[in-house]
């Protein structure tokens, strides 16, 4: 049924005069005000927020009581549990460090405090209280670090070496697609070479050694055999993610400078990351990625170059483009309504079978050139933000119609949709605005476009509240209690530059310019 508007514009016009004094004061964007991280830390747990972004440059590596502590220069700090044998969420700028860069990391016996030293900065981690305290932002500085009998210590366990150290250790030889090759280089099956830069003997007498622009190396003085796996993000501006079983993909932008980008799979089980590069896979023409869904083992990526898919189960690749029917290669999101996907691209919208793998246009002269920025799937009902406007597709009708807005916001462009139950979820640059499929009812909520800066890359809703992707930061909209919330980096986000959402149960990930945050949003021991 196409959606019209009901009265007439001076009607309307009356309406919005006499309703905005309430909708303004039901709308006012609540900030978090922390002086301090330990003022932050009275919100909020240490593990509230869990960011994590590359390890690919390394300071050194220290043993505490439990954890190995890899101080990254551009992931905070790796920490792997040396009994139970995994990797536990990193510290950063989201649990309290001062810095991501972290030049040193050095745990202290004497004192039971870890230490984290960053270029302008130093800190500590109290394990009694679980919070990082910096010398920044202290009127009193009691703590020292004391330094080891290096003679005691030399060629010991738990102290890390240098790269000129390295010539003392027997031969390592690494095992599956890589090589170790004279003057400890490793070298990949893509003929591509990282140095070692160093190594650190655990009490267990394993080896571990972090390799400059690669990951880490875990080898075994026994057997004299190394593994070699990749931690964190590759070189990109984070765009989307998405969840296979337990296993997480992460597609972004190159970051162009000088990193090695590419699209990141995170898998459950295992120790290390995947990556897959569109220069070493031939039929993946682009790893800039906009937007991930998954149905079973195909994994589909919207791209610049198209959509790229990828058999999980056969592991094969294969992309869908101008050439293959598409209407522009410039692909912002896809999303899976019936028996097709739907590409969403700058000049227009094309579907794929996920039958047959045929491509088509949709031939409609309303989409020639029109933008579409988002898709989103509500039963049998394709909804689409537009450059201009909402439109939605039935797959019962096989038709698409314009759906105007009868809200006290602006349509004429929506950068972002999101559905639950029979709420559908607008945004446009004057605000966000919400439709009541049952009951066909609107409500306006324009003040966000006074208060926080548009666009609104993405929305999520749960029956909880509604999430928005804002440049400023995560916005929530508190269903029950009835107003808005703005979570920033003071709160403990990675960037306020957020562009993709996905909610996880309690948890929501947030995808900023900097790297993946998840954010525990439903902790019964906190209200926000």
């Known amino acids: 049924m196409h959606i019209r508007p009901s009265f007439r514009p001076a009607g309307w016009a009356l309406l919005l005069f006499i309703l905005l004094p309430l909708l303004l004061s039901a709308q006012y964007v609540r ?3 922390f002086g301090s991280e330990q003022q932050r830390r009275m919100q909020y747990a240490l593990d509230d927020w869990i960011s994590y972004l590359g390890a690919r440059e390394f300071g050194n590596i220290a043993a505490g009581p439990k954890y190995l502590y890899f101080a990254t220069l551009d992931g905070g700090i790796w920490r792997y549990h040396i009994y139970d044998n995994y990797w536990d969420y990193p510290y950063t700028t989201s649990n309290g460090l001062p810095d991501n860069r972290v030049e040193k990391v050095a745990y202290d016996p004497e004192s039971g405090l870890l230490w984290a030293f960053t270029p302008d900065d130093e800190a500590v981690f109290n394990f009694a209280s679980e919070e990082w305290l910096s010398k920044s932002e202290a009127s009193y500085w009691p703590y020292r670090l004391s330094e080891p009998d290096n003679n005691e210590q030399r060629g010991g366990k738990e102290q890390f070496y240098g790269r000129e150290a390295l010539d003392n250790l027997p031969g390592i030889f690494a095992n599956g ?10 070298m990949d099956r893509d003929f591509q070479e990282f140095p070692i830069d160093g190594y650190l003997r655990d009490r267990y007498d394993r080896l571990w ?5 690669f990951g880490i190396g875990e080898a075994e003085l026994y057997t004299q055999r190394a593994d070699f796996y990749r931690m964190g993000l590759p070189a990109i501006e984070p765009r989307a993610i998405a969840y296979q079983g337990d296993d997480i993909w992460i597609g972004g932008i190159a970051r162009g400078d ?4 590419g699209i990141a799979r995170w898998p459950y089980q295992g120790p290390g990351w995947d990556y897959f590069r569109a220069r070493f896979i031939s039929r993946l023409p682009s790893d800039n990625v906009n937007d991930i869904v998954i149905q079973g083992d195909s994994v589909w990526f919207a791209t610049d170059y198209g959509v790229s898919l990828y058999d999980s189960g056969n592991d094969r690749w294969s992309n869908y483009n101008l050439d293959k029917g598409l209407i522009s290669n410039d692909v912002s999101d896809v999303e899976i309504l019936g028996r097709y996907l739907y590409a969403a691209t700058d000049q227009g919208i094309s579907r794929l079978s996920l039958l047959s793998g045929g491509v088509e246009r949709i031939k409609e002269r309303r989409f020639i050139n029109l933008p579409f920025y988002r898709l989103a799937a509500q039963g049998d009902t394709l909804w689409a933000a537009t450059f201009r406007g909402i439109y939605r597709y039935s797959d019962q009708s096989a038709e698409w119609q314009l ?4 809200a006290a916001i602006s349509d004429l462009e929506i950068t972002a949709v999101g559905t639950y ?8 640059s004057s605000g966000i605005m919400r439709l009541d499929r049952r009951s066909g009812e609107w409500e306006s909520f324009p003040q966000i476009g006074f208060e ?4 609104y890359r993405d929305i999520q809703v749960n029956s909880a509240a509604v999430w928005v992707a804002t440049p400023d930061g995560l916005l929530k909209f508190d269903k029950e209690r009835r ?4 979570f920033d980096t003071s709160d403990g986000l990675l960037s306020n530059n957020c562009r993709r959402l996905l909610l996880d149960g309690d948890y929501i990930w947030i995808v900023s310019d900097a790297g993946i945050t998840q954010f525990y949003w439903n902790n019964p021991q906190r209200s926000d």
Do not use: C, N
């Not at 000088?258 to 980008?261: D, V, Y």
């Not at 759906?403 to 009868?406: D, E, I, N, Q």
């Not at 107003?483 to 703005?486: E, H």
């Open 421 to 428: 139950g029979d709420e559908i979820w607008f945004a446009s």
């Open 258 to 261: 000088g990193g090695l980008p």
């Open 452 to 455: 926080i800066r548009p666009p």
């Open 209 to 213: 050694m972090p390799v400059k622009g």
């Open 403 to 406: 759906v105007p807005a009868r």
């Open 177 to 186: 697609d890589f090589s170790i090759l004279t003057d400890w280089i490793l």
């Open 483 to 486: 107003y808005w919330r703005l």
């Open 31 to 33: 900030h978090g005000s």
